[in-house]
């Protein structure tokens, strides 16, 4: 699909700079292919982040009681 966008003159100085940099159309993509994956990871990483909080206190009491369970260190001259 073919578009028109409108970019301020430093932009596309900044642009055409990159060295080894394939056509601007095609580096603008892979920008934006990265700018969106980014987005999304960040979504998923947000929902990911609320779970554990909600359940953050039911987590750190399982973790303690594991630890209830721990044997002692052997106090042990080497």
Not at 51 to 56: G, N, Q, T
Not at 58 to 77: K, M, R, S, T
Request: glycine share 2%.
């Amino acid at each position: 699909m073919k578009t028109s966008i409108t970019l301020s003159s430093d932009v596309l100085e900044q642009l055409d700079g990159v060295p080894g940099a394939e056509s601007r159309s095609a580096l603008i993509e892979r920008i934006l292919r990265a700018f969106l994956h980014r987005r999304a990871l960040d979504a998923v990483q947000a929902r990911d982040r609320a779970l554990l909080d909600r359940e953050a206190d039911v987590f750190n009491a399982e973790a303690q009681d594991v630890l209830e369970y721990q044997a002692p260190l052997l106090d042990i001259d080497v």
